[in-house]
């Protein structure tokens, strides 16, 4: 079993800065494919950002392009999201997730977080 804890988010103003991380416990997780999704009020759960197990490879949502920037410290059994230029659309609550398979769809992941709440006020 794996445990995700996620913390980092708060509320922070159009174009700041925050960073997320996503803290593993129970087994290592450096051969898991970690992600991060986020749900709006009223929406369904969406894809953010994913990378590989090595750390190398990454894919992101076209709507955080160039402005968010996943990363993961295996060592630490850590993944981290840096959020940059946040605009009002951000706000949700940003899940952690692990999974076997590099995939953007959430029913690909085996273990989530609790979520942390991310809003960004204009």
């Known amino acids: 079993q794996v445990q995700l804890v996620e913390s980092g988010g708060g509320l922070v103003q159009a174009g700041g800065s925050l960073r997320l991380s996503c803290a593993a416990s129970?087994?290592?997780?450096?051969?898991?494919?970690m992600g991060w999704f986020r749900q709006a009020p009223g929406e369904g759960r969406v894809f953010v950002a994913i990378?590989?197990?090595?750390?190398?490879?990454?894919t992101y949502a076209d709507s955080v392009k160039g402005r968010f920037t996943i990363s993961r410290d295996n060592a630490k059994n850590t993944v981290y999201l840096q959020m940059n230029n946040l605009k009002p659309d951000d706000t949700a609550v940003y899940y952690c997730?692990?999974?076997?398979?590099?995939?953007?769809?959430?029913?690909?992941?085996?273990?989530w977080g609790q979520g942390t709440q991310v809003t960004v006020s204009s």
């Open positions: 997730a692990a999974g076997p398979y590099f995939r953007t769809y959430y029913s690909a992941y085996d273990y």
């Open positions: 129970g087994r290592t997780v450096s051969d898991y494919t």
């Open positions: 990378i590989l197990w090595g750390g190398a490879t990454t």
